[in-house]
Nanobody
Framework: QVQLVESGGGLVQAGGSLTISCAASGRTFSNYAMGWFRQAPGKERDVVAAISWSGRSTNYADSVKGRFTISRDNAKNTVYLEMNSLKPEDTAIYYC??????????????WGQGTQVTVSS
């Protein structure tokens, strides 16, 4: 049973920083790509960032390039999303996801429960 547990969400002022984490279990973490997605009220869930099994390849949504950094620690089975220069439009529920492949070219097959990030203006 794959489990993904996010943590680190909260309330932050615009321009501030926040790092959220996702701990994975139930699958050999180091063999699979990971991703962060977000869903704002009334909007669809969109990909924010993804990282390959090794960490050598990453991809970002245009809206967060240069501000967010995805990373992983395979020894800790954990993926991180460092968010800087936060904007009110970054407010959303952030979901961690694991792909069934080494690269993020497929669709994630397991999701976390989400963590709320709220950016105040």
């Amino acid at each position: 049973q794959v489990q993904l547990v996010e943590s680190g969400g909260g309330l932050v002022q615009a321009g501030g920083s926040l790092t959220i984490s996702c701990a994975a279990s139930g699958r050999t973490f180091s063999n699979y790509a990971m991703g962060w997605f977000r869903q704002a009220p009334g909007k669809e869930r969109d990909v924010v960032a993804a990282i390959s099994w090794s960490g050598r390849s990453t991809n970002y949504a245009d809206s967060v390039k240069g501000r967010f950094t995805i990373s992983r620690d395979n020894a800790k089975n954990t993926v991180y999303l460092e968010m800087n220069s936060l904007k009110p439009e970054d407010t959303a529920i952030y979901y961690c996801a694991i792909y069934p492949t080494r690269l993020f070219t497929s669709t994630p097959d397991y999701w976390g429960q989400g963590t709320q990030v709220t950016v105040s203006s």
